[in-house]
């Protein structure tokens, strides 16, 4: 229904504001128009009742609007030419590194001289670790954020970001920064004042007298690190109150139930669209509603605050997609990317925690059936979404997936988790492995996993024990990890220093501000001696190097790649390959992944099962050709191994 109210109040923002006749501003204007009903309805059900609705849903439009006054000519222009593209962010094109600047290349100004390494292993999307101020020493890696718009000063400034922001840009790379939304700092201007007993702020947190709240909620919240920060609640006792801190005590939930905190926070928002962020990381979004009651994780309340942003964000800075760094089991995963009226419209990416983890699951058991389980959760992924895939990043691995794909894959789940700890926490009879468990709950006796991507291969232990047959199995291991996450479907993301094998990095244990969090032994420290080895042929980062270059340049020519709900499971009669048909029109790729230790055979009867049978095949990979054979002849695929298989006719 047309409501008057809410466009009038627009008409006079926009009036307010100058919004004029020129392209930009009747885009946005037109943008703002056609979201406007939505944005309301979001909002309102959020905050219909609550007594400052109207003044914050003015200072939500406003907020919009000067934001959109504050874009810069280049910006607006590049909007336009993604909008012109479509989906750009399904491409096959790109590919993405994370990466710590600090440990990466001392600051953000070292960055823009790394430009060319990136290019050179086929790199054109870089997410950046969180920079904004963060107390050392209680930092959560740059996830405690003391103040959102300040750049710290370890890496640098904020002009630093923009002109390399400028430099990606002209050079066809895309950057990706994150917001911190559950949570501030305890040093946050927000918290200070809080803990100064200014009512106004104490608002924007959720805090008690005492513990009778406090208590209630506990009854039903799992806590997230267990180890290092158990319990939901801190005393401040500059202010004689306990306050939410669901990560570490130093962290503090922002309530979200106040709308000045969303307004404040979508400032924040499009503040980084401004600066030319492609993709905006939304970090723990799972966590931003809570409710007594509740686990206060995954609630409808979080989705809609996720979709009001989304709406706000392509009002004022379309060309900015959203990642929601949601990592939840197979089934919830998928609300982020909205349901009912808002399928698409909310998240654009979220992390295929699931298949991360069940790569890992079938590399140590040599057995793909617990992946294939999960994939009819995996493929409900609405098209025009994407996934952010990888292998290792700089957070725990969690084998969050659901126990009945265990079970249809005829094992005991708390066995079978039970052996995945082990094995890579290197405790597993034969297991090369060299990780550790992280966020151990004595209660529940659930945990995670650390530890580097080649650690977690057996690299370590093989250059330990000085052995070159380990050493190989190790590279195939990372490699065959890799490849299947570059070929899944979706925005594949490497982690810095997986690039070229980085082992493990044990000198947290040395320094208290690290040593009660072993995520940061898969955070290493780069030393470009190491990294220059790519130059030297046969050096172990060279291999891995090399192979990393040739899977980025296969992907890019490859556009049946790209993620547009194009992914077909195979059944491939072999327990311990992973097969999968990428589809474009009449292209496709055929692609299959051997997840044990030993050669495994595939029968030609698996590609003949999907559409026309291909006579001819083209490994991508080992640069060969096969003719299709006939039912009960086989394709070889070596240990470790993988083939990339696109159909071709004679
Ligand atoms: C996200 C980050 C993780 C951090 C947490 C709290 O999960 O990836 O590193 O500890 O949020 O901000």
Same mark, same amino acid.
């Given at each position: 229904?047309?409501?008057? !109210? ?36 979001? *909002? ?44 750009? *962010? ?294 025009? @979404? ?19 794909? !265990? ?32 966020? /151990? ?31 190989? @199995? ?13 070929? !899944? ?13 980085? @082992? ?35 050096? !172990? ?39 999968? #048909? ?6 496709? #790729?055929?692609?299959?992944?051997? *997840? ?31 003719? /299709? ?22």
């Amino acid at each position: 229904m047309y409501d008057y !109210i809410l466009h009038q109040q627009i008409k006079a923002t926009l009036i307010k504001f100058k919004i004029g006749k020129e392209e930009d501003d009747l885009s946005f204007y037109s943008r703002l128009i056609s979201n406007a009903s939505a944005i309301k309805s979001l *909002f309102d059900e959020l905050y219909q009742y609550h007594p400052k609705a109207t003044e914050q849903f003015d200072g939500l439009i406003d907020t919009l609007t000067a934001a959109h006054k504050k874009r810069t000519a280049v910006l607006h222009k590049k909007d336009a030419a993604k909008a012109a593209k479509g989906l750009w *962010f399904l491409s096959n094109e790109i590919t993405g590194m994370s990466l710590y600047v600090d440990n990466f290349c001392d600051n953000i100004s070292n960055l823009g001289g790394k430009l060319d390494y990136f290019k050179k292993l086929g790199v054109n999307f870089l997410h950046l670790m969180p920079l904004f101020e963060s107390p050392a020493g209680e930092s959560d890696g740059g996830y405690a954020v003391s103040n959102f718009r300040k750049i710290d000063s370890r890496f640098g400034t904020l002009d630093d970001l923009k002109k390399v922001q400028q430099k990606m840009s002209a050079e066809d790379m895309y950057l990706m920064i994150d917001i911190v939304l559950n949570h501030t700092s305890h040093q946050h201007e927000w918290a200070l004042k809080a803990k100064q007993g200014e009512k106004k702020y104490q608002d924007y947190f959720y805090m008690y007298d005492d513990r009778s709240i406090p208590d209630t909620f506990e009854q039903t919240m799992p806590e997230v690190f267990p180890e290092a920060a158990p319990g939901n609640f801190t005393f401040i006792p500059e202010c004689g109150k306990w306050v939410m801190t669901v990560f570490h005590k130093y962290q503090w939930d922002l309530n979200f139930s106040n709308p000045a905190v969303l307004v404040e926070m979508l400032d924040v928002i499009l503040f980084y669209a401004n600066l030319g962020v492609d993709v905006l990381r939304i970090d723990a979004p799972a966590f931003i509603w809570k409710q007594i009651g509740t686990t206060c994780q995954n609630l409808p309340r979080a989705h809609t605050i996720l979709r009001l942003l989304k709406q706000c964000v392509q009002v004022a800075s379309p060309g900015m997609a959203l990642l929601g760094e949601a990592i939840v089991a197979p089934k919830e995963i998928m609300n982020y990317f909205g349901t009912s009226n808002f399928i698409a419209k909310e998240c654009d990416f979220a992390y295929n925690a699931t298949q991360m983890a069940l790569q890992w699951d079938a590399l140590a058991t040599g057995d793909t059936r617990v992946m294939l389980a999960a994939q009819h959760e995996l493929l409900k992924k609405p098209y025009g @979404t994407s996934w952010i895939t990888y292998t290792r990043c700089h957070d725990d691995i969690g084998l969050g997936y659901d126990d009945y794909m !265990i079970q249809q894959a005829s094992f005991n789940p708390y066995q079978h988790r039970g052996y995945l700890k082990d094995f890579y926490s290197g405790n597993a009879v034969g297991s090369t492995a060299m990780g550790a468990l992280f966020a /151990v709950n004595p209660k529940t006796q659930d945990a995670r996993i650390s530890g580097t991507l080649a650690s977690l291969c057996g690299l370590e232990k093989a250059i330990i024990n000085n052995n070159e047959a380990e050493i190989n @199995t190790a590279i195939n291991r990372i490699i065959v990890m890799q490849a299947c996450t570059f070929f !899944i479907g979706g925005l594949p993301m490497l982690f810095y220093g997986d690039e070229v094998g980085y @082992t493990n990095d044990y000198s947290y244990l040395d320094n208290s501000a690290k040593s009660y969090d072993n995520r940061w032994m898969h955070r290493p420290v780069i030393d470009w001696d190491k990294n220059n080895n790519i130059d030297t042929e046969g050096s !172990i980062e060279e291999r891995i190097f090399s192979a990393l270059q040739l899977l980025n340049s296969i992907r890019k020519k490859l556009p049946m790649v790209a993620d547009y709900s194009n992914l077909t499971w195979l059944s491939p009669y072999n327990i311990h390959v992973a097969g999968f #048909l990428r589809q474009l029109d009449e292209q496709r #790729l055929f692609c299959f992944f051997n *997840f044990k230790n030993e050669v495994a055979y595939v029968d030609w009867q698996v590609v003949k099962e999907k559409g026309n049978p291909p006579a001819l095949l083209f490994d991508h990979w080992q640069k060969r050709e096969y003719i /299709v054979g006939r039912d009960k002849e086989y394709l070889i695929v070596e240990p470790y191994s993988f083939c990339l298989l696109e159909a071709r006719q004679r």
